[in-house]
């Protein structure tokens, strides 16, 4: 039996998230809610993903 491809926009969210975390992990500011320059489009491209995977989550579980 063959494995079915790994769902790209899953992979993608989930990298996001190790890199969202990890920076926020070393970052005072981040930590403290207040997104420093290099953390914002970090957590912003978690955020845009996850939207997108709750979406179509939620458009799949509607069918």
Known sequence: MTKPPPDDLYVRYMAAFRAATEHT??????QA??????GAPLHERFARLQDAYRARQ?????R
């Open 25 to 30: 992990t070393n970052c005072p500011a981040c």
């Open 33 to 38: 809610g207040q997104d420093c320059a290099a």
């Open 58 to 62: 939620a458009k799949q579980q509607r």
